[in-house]
């Protein structure tokens, strides 16, 4: 692979988990809209994402999940031992009609990424992320757990040494516990303390093979820049992985009603620059991310990274024009920029940098060292 490739699907497009859910707002679909207007898709980079077959998906999910799943799709609703047994049609994974079809393309995408970088490469998968996916239960949103997938598909391949970095404000409990005590992956996770899940506390490393560093609410770009130097690039350079995968999550920034961090996008597009050239396999998945200026925007930022392409101070009208054209039924923590709708970069957030912080840093720091 000589160029970075980009995965996405239609399907994402006008699919919705519900009018009052987190999950109403376009995201996917913006960041296709805004590559494509800022002429950021070169031919033969964009790629239609399959969609997974269910024995496929029983890599990681039960068999009595994925029917559980699709049955809920086709008759648009469950009974009360299937919502208990597999958590389907709660509100946080509500019944709506795309739900077995709109993730089995999510995975699908990360399944054919990872067969991808069998030789090699870059591959950008926004639909991805969802790593609070169970075996046999949909958890936070996530009905499949594309992340975990495609790193099977990856040790599949034969890989030792895979290096999974997870900033997303929640913390990846789906994923940690699909690879805990697995020497093969190394999972790196940056989240809001005392956040929903409440897990990965600073104390658990998972068997032996997790970081996990519960940042403190409010944590800015200076924060997050000493978390970055000084543990993550750090932890994974000692590591020397054949592939790296980062979920890419975009509730960190300030703008997200679901997180409390304090976050601009540089601090995602800084990360994986400095990630990129640390193996020959990268893979970028999406994850969380609830307003729909600060995802489409982040996640449009991501792929400009990938490329090497500049990021304009100010975007072009037809660019513009697709933040215009955004709506949204929930309210953002404060005033809402108005350079959301005619820029891709934030304004610098540094914050402050508490003590207790430094201290968390230098300690994992430490433990970690046996990765050398």
Not at 165 to 179: E, L, M, Q, T
Not at 197 to 226: H, M, Q, S, V, Y
Request: with cysteine; charged share 20%.
């Amino acid at each position: 692979m000589e160029q970075p490739l980009f995965i996405g699907s239609e399907i994402y497009r006008g699919s919705s988990y519900g009018a009052k859910h987190p999950l109403s707002i376009p995201r996917v679909p913006t960041v296709i809209d805004l590559c494509r207007a800022m002429g950021w898709f070169a031919p033969r980079q964009y790629r239609s994402s399959p969609r997974a077959k269910p024995r496929a998906l029983e890599l990681f999910h039960t068999a009595e999940y994925i029917r559980a799943l699709q049955r809920a799709e086709r008759e648009g609703g469950v009974n009360s031992a299937t919502r208990d047994r597999h958590q389907l049609g709660t509100f946080s994974n509500p019944i709506y009609p795309e739900m077995f079809r709109r993730p089995a393309t999510a995975a699908g995408g990360s399944m054919l990424a990872a067969d991808l970088l069998s030789r090699g490469g870059v591959v950008y998968n926004p639909g991805g992320g969802t790593h609070h996916g169970f075996p046999d239960h949909a958890s936070g949103f996530c009905y499949l757990n594309d992340p975990v997938l495609a790193i099977k598909v990856l040790l599949r391949q034969g890989l030792s040494r895979i290096a999974y970095v997870d900033i997303d404000a929640h913390h990846c409990d789906g994923v940690a516990a699909a690879f805990a005590g697995e020497p093969r992956v190394l999972m790196i996770s940056t989240h809001e303390a005392d956040r929903w899940p409440f897990t990965g506390k600073f104390e658990d490393d998972a068997g032996g093979n997790a970081i996990n560093l519960p940042l403190p609410r409010g944590t800015g770009d200076d924060g997050f820049a000493l978390v970055r130097d000084d543990l993550i690039l750090p932890a994974v350079q000692a590591m020397r992985p054949e592939a790296i995968v980062l979920q890419c999550g975009a509730d960190a920034v300030a703008e997200d009603p679901l997180a409390r961090l304090e976050l601009s996008n540089n601090a995602h597009w800084a990360l994986l620059a400095a990630l990129m050239p640390m193996a020959p396999r990268l893979l970028v998945l999406g994850g969380g991310g609830y307003n729909p200026w600060t995802v489409g925007r982040l996640w449009a930022g991501v792929w400009a990274t990938l490329n090497g392409y500049e990021i304009p101070d100010r975007l072009p009208e037809v660019a513009e024009a697709v933040l215009a054209g955004l709506t949204w039924s929930r309210r953002s923590r404060g005033p809402m920029p108005s350079q959301l709708c005619t820029t891709l970069r934030d304004a610098p957030r540094p914050g402050l940098v508490s003590e207790a912080l430094r201290r968390q840093v230098a300690e994992l720091a430490a433990r970690r060292r046996v990765w050398a």
